[in-house]
């Protein structure tokens, strides 16, 4: 079984940066690819960004250009920075974990992040 923990969210300006992280646990970190996603108040949860166990990435509209994904293999943590965030930002950000072996997916409970204008 995995487990995700998220860290990172709280209060910023628009504008500002924050930092998400994501560590796991267990050995099938390598083995998987990441991804973040995001639900705001009274929308649906949407894609914000993946990177493959090969380091591919790939962002959505809204966030390419200020978001940038990343992983630590040896520290199974995968990261979001992100830069010049705005109010639409606001949301609670999921990490995701799926297993290229069997394509199993794991969610972590998330971490609330509020940008003020």
């Known amino acids: 079984q995995v487990q995700l923990v998220e860290s990172g969210g709280g209060l910023v300006q628009a504008g500002g940066s924050l930092r998400l992280s994501c560590a796991a646990s267990?050995?099938?970190?390598?083995?998987?690819?990441m991804a973040w996603y995001r639900q705001a108040p009274e929308k649906e949860r949407e894609l914000v960004a993946t990177?493959?166990?090969?380091?591919?990435?790939n962002y959505a509209d809204s966030v390419k250009g200020r978001f940038t994904i990343s992983r630590d293999n040896a520290k199974n943590t995968v990261y979001l920075q992100m830069n010049s965030l705005k109010p639409e930002d606001t949301a609670v950000y999921y990490c995701?974990?799926?297993?290229?072996?069997?394509?199993?997916?794991?969610w972590g409970k998330g971490t609330l992040v509020t940008v003020s204008s």
């Open positions: 995701n974990l799926k297993t290229v072996p069997g394509r199993r997916d794991y």
């Open positions: 267990g050995s099938i970190f390598r083995l998987s690819d």
């Open positions: 990177i493959t166990m090969v380091s591919s990435t």
